[in-house]
T-cell receptor, first 116, second 115 residues
Framework: GAGVSQSPRYKVAKRGQDVALRCDPISGHVSLFWYQQALGQGPEFLTYFQNEAQLDKSGLPSDRFFAERPEGSVSTLKIQRTQQEDSAVYLC??????????????FGPGTRLLVL | SQKIEQNSEALNIQEGKTATLTCNYTNYSPAYLQWYRQDPGRGPVFLLLIRENEKEKRKERLKVTFDTTLKQSLFHITASQPADSATYLCAPASPPSGGYNKLIFGAGTRLAVHP
């Protein structure tokens, strides 16, 4: 079946512009994560959804970052008034149940955001 | 705060040799540890998971060890091939009380296998 997909794959924004990044998780997956990956670094956690509920947004770097998953499937990460330090790859991952325990995370290809 | 360290330098090895990658962690007692592979322009792909009560885990040419005393995991690729060239990420984890699996990744080690 289809994996996690993300769009756009690349986004160039002018400083101050708002952007919206989309994630389509694997169908039926309960849990959805967003990560930010700077060049040469590992992914860093941003936020977590279980179905439509955002249970953890502790990793969002500022109130310019906002994520939603209104129907418990597709998720959107929005960045308002983008800054150059927002330039990174934004990764989305999903897992099947989201229950306590150990689950493999399935990652999308990421959206590479460049803020000029 | 929790700290995860992986070899920052790229690892260059000859085809057919064994590659060994290191993951050290501090201020942390993970219940398990995952290893992921990431190719340029792609998201990480899960490879192996090892639990704290397991010393060693194998999958085909891959082997992972987990030493909770040393706070270290070693990741081995035997009979390495150029196709193994990628960045390898370790992610120790302990599910929080809420139960979900928030991963904390190391910076990754880039492996280059030369023919």
């Amino acid at each position: 079946g289809a994996g996690v997909s993300q769009s756009p794959r690349y986004k160039v924004a002018k400083r101050g512009q708002d952007v919206a990044l989309r994630c389509d998780p694997i169908s039926g997956h309960v849990s959805l994560f967003w990560y930010q990956q700077a060049l040469g670094q590992g992914p860093e956690f941003l936020t977590y959804f279980q179905n439509e509920a955002q249970l953890d947004k502790s990793g969002l770097p500022s109130d310019r970052f906002f994520a939603e998953r209104p129907e418990g499937s597709v998720s959107t990460l929005k960045i308002q008034r983008t800054q150059q330090e927002d330039s990174a790859v934004y990764l989305c991952a999903s897992t099947l149940t989201g229950l306590a325990g150990i689950e493999t995370q399935y990652f999308g290809p990421g959206t590479r955001l460049l803020v000029l | 705060s929790q700290k995860i360290e992986q070899n920052s330098e790229a690892l260059n090895i000859q085809e057919g040799k064994t590659a060994t990658l290191t993951c050290n962690y501090t201020n942390y007692s993970p219940a398990y540890l995952q290893w992921y592979r990431q190719d340029p322009g792609r998201g990480p792909v899960f490879l192996l998971l090892i639990r704290e009560n397991e010393k060693e885990k194998r999958k085909e040419r891959l082997k992972v060890t987990f030493d909770t005393t040393l706070k270290q995991s070693l990741f081995h690729i035997t009979a390495s091939q150029p196709a193994d060239s990628a960045t390898y990420l370790c992610a120790p984890a302990s599910p929080p009380s809420g139960g979900y699996n928030k991963l904390i990744f190391g910076a990754g080690t880039r492996l280059a296998v030369h023919p």
